[in-house]
């Protein structure tokens, strides 16, 4: 069945759509809430987001993209660019490699594994941080950031998970693989 | 029968396992340009600044419209507060009325005092202080750096270095200036260092970001007898930070390591002007 130049579009479009939703939130998450200390507490998006999609559909987080959100990242951080798109890629590589034991798992323990990884990430992102500025100090708020991400995990999966669903349904109605 | 060639060997095919090869080591090898990528904004921070500038010229307008709503509320919990309170505030203010008639006779006095001698000493003024006012768009950094970029940037004057401030007192540094934006280091930022001096007792001392809400006085001289309240302000020592601007109050009394808790309220940190005192972006001794 021949389909028209507009749905393959929209396919497309869709296809782009995990990271063009993981840039929005990154961006929105570095407004300004006028709120203090907001931004010690913006949970890690990246994170999620690639955690996510890396277990489910990879095609759509690829490493390059990675590398970008990283250097995103790091660019609305002020940070040194580069370390972030570093952590980021050693967390596709790890969930990658074991992506074919985590998408059997039932969503409670997924919630766990999700814990202990943006655990490492933070803990990887500290050890970086201090690598990098050539000192080594410890902020509550790195703890609180680490709870408040995987407290927000939960709702990302479910939005992560309806959109992934709405893709595959029109992918299947096309014939893609 | 003529012999079909099928599996006609190409040179896509030839350079499969290579492709495949590269596929394999695709994560690994971008690992390493994000660690050279590291390294090389570490050593040319010039060009980080660049790419780090360009992007906030792009993303800095999205994060202003998205903070925009959120003005309404802040305006509304403010209206709020002060209904809470307007009685007691009223009341306050009719005696604080009071007290700045007496200091506005007084300062009237000085000011004439003050030009008189002004004229016998045949005193040259300092350039005029201009103020570049915006909008803090974005509060970033996560839980290691506390910096804020600001809605103005080259087209509007603001240059490196330039002091931040807004009703309340000092809120940081201009570090990284692009087209329409620029970066403030927020004084409590881990890297921020300011020369300060107490306001009843005179000690110098450095307030120290330490990436928490409050500043740490770091080099107080032993027996310090700074008092609980306090005012801090800069002392003018080094080169960014004239004399007399307010950084906050002490939270303890006569320790060697006191805190300062800043005069800007963080939850409030909307409005804010750049600082500019003429000359070579210097701000003057």
């Not at chain 1, 590589?93 to 074991?98: E, F, L, N, T």
């Not at chain 1, 410890?138 to 709405?166: E, K, R």
Request: charge should be positive; include cysteine.
């Amino acid at each position: 069945m021949k389909r028209s130049y507009y749905f393959k579009l929209r396919l497309r479009l869709q296809s782009v759509l995990p990271g063009v939703l993981t840039v929005a939130l990154l961006i929105a998450g570095a407004a300004n809430f006028q709120l203090p200390g907001a931004a010690e507490f913006i949970p890690s998006f990246s994170v999620m987001a690639i955690f996510f999609w890396v277990i489910y559909a990879p095609r759509f987080m690829p490493q390059w993209l990675c590398f970008l959100l990283g250097i995103l990242q790091d660019a609305l951080n002020g940070a040194v660019l580069g370390q972030s798109a570093a952590i980021n890629l050693v967390l596709w590589g790890v969930i990658y490699s074991q992506r074919r034991f985590l998408i059997k798992e039932s969503f409670s323990v997924l919630c766990g594994i999700f814990a202990i990884t943006s655990l490492l990430c933070s803990i990887l992102a500290w050890l970086v941080f201090s690598l990098v500025n050539g000192r080594i100090f410890f902020t509550p708020s790195i703890l609180m950031q680490w709870l408040f991400t995987i407290g927000c995990y939960p709702l990302a999966h479910w939005i992560f998970s309806n959109i992934y669903l709405a893709m595959v349904r029109n992918f299947r109605y096309a014939g893609w693989r | 029968m003529p012999i079909q060639h099928r599996n006609r060997i190409t040179f896509l095919q030839i350079l499969y396992p290579l492709r495949m090869l590269l596929k394999r080591l695709s994560v690994f090898l971008m690992i390493v340009a994000a660690v050279m990528a590291v390294f090389l904004s570490k050593s040319n921070p010039e060009i980080s600044s660049f790419f780090r500038m360009k992007i906030a010229d792009a993303t800095v307008p999205v994060e202003k419209t998205l903070s925009l709503p959120l003005d309404f509320f802040s305006f509304l919990r403010g209206k709020m507060a002060e209904m809470a309170s307007i009685y007691q505030e009223n009341r306050n203010l009719k005696e604080e009325n009071a007290a700045l008639k007496k200091t506005q006779e007084l300062s009237l006095v000085l000011a004439s005092e003050n030009q008189n001698l002004r004229k016998m000493l045949n005193f040259v003024p300092e350039h005029g202080v201009k103020y570049i006012t915006g909008r803090i768009a974005a509060e970033t950094g996560g839980p290691y750096i506390r910096s804020a970029y600001f809605t103005a940037g080259q087209k509007a004057g603001v240059k490196k270095g330039q002091i931040v401030m807004n009703e309340e007192g000092v809120v940081g540094r201009i570090i990284e200036v692009g087209e329409n934006t620029s970066r403030v280091l927020l004084i409590t930022d881990i890297n921020s260092r300011i020369p300060v001096v107490t306001g009843d007792v005179g000690e110098l001392a450095i307030a120290a970001g330490n990436n928490g809400s409050l500043l740490q006085l770091i080099y107080l001289p032993e027996g310090s007898k700074v008092k609980l309240g306090e005012e801090v302000y800069t002392s003018g020592d080094g080169q960014f930070f004239p004399h007399g601007l307010l950084i906050g109050y002490a939270e303890s009394a006569g320790d060697k390591n006191m805190v300062v808790r800043p005069a800007v309220n963080w939850g409030r940190l909307v409005y804010v002007s750049v600082v500019d005192y003429g000359g070579d972006n210097q701000a003057p001794q």
